[in-house]
């Protein structure tokens, strides 16, 4: 049986968590939300996060900046971006940080738990791959 894949969910619009959080739990994921960049930080040095939803726009820290962290710290770790100031320019300049990928708001749950989903097949193929 396979493990639970760890998320970690940041967004500074408590309701983004709110909405995500039990229909992901309800996928089998255990799910950590933050409404704040340096909490969810701290979180990640304590503990290894299997994919982080992270918005881009936030007050204290950027979501760019999160994930140039998280790329530093845990590579293998995927970065799903999401922001309701989508552009071309900012979608391509996450992707080029190592973003697995980049949804823009108003999103609906099936598109985000669709881009979870194929991020958890990204990890258990180079989980495979490793092991070969």
């Known amino acids: 049986m396979r493990r639970r894949l760890e998320i970690l969910i940041l967004d500074d619009e ?17 799910v950590e939300i933050f ?5 969810a930080l701290a979180r990640m040095r304590e503990k290894k ?7 881009i726009r936030m007050e204290e820290l950027d979501g760019l900046q999160v994930l140039e962290n998280v790329r530093a710290n845990s590579p293998e770790t995927k970065v799903i971006m999401i922001t309701g100031y989508a552009s071309i320019e900012t979608a391509r300049e996450a992707v080029t940080k190592g973003a697995f990928d980049f949804i823009a708001k108003p999103f609906r749950i099936g598109t985000i738990r669709d881009v979870i989903m194929k991020a958890a097949r990204a990890l258990e193929d180079e989980l495979a791959g490793s092991e070969l």
């Open 14 to 30: 408590p309701l983004v968590g709110q909405r995500l959080k039990p229909a992901l739990e309800k996928e089998h994921y255990n």
């Open 35 to 39: 409404v704040e960049p340096k909490g």
């Open 49 to 55: 996060f299997d994919i982080v939803v992270t918005d």
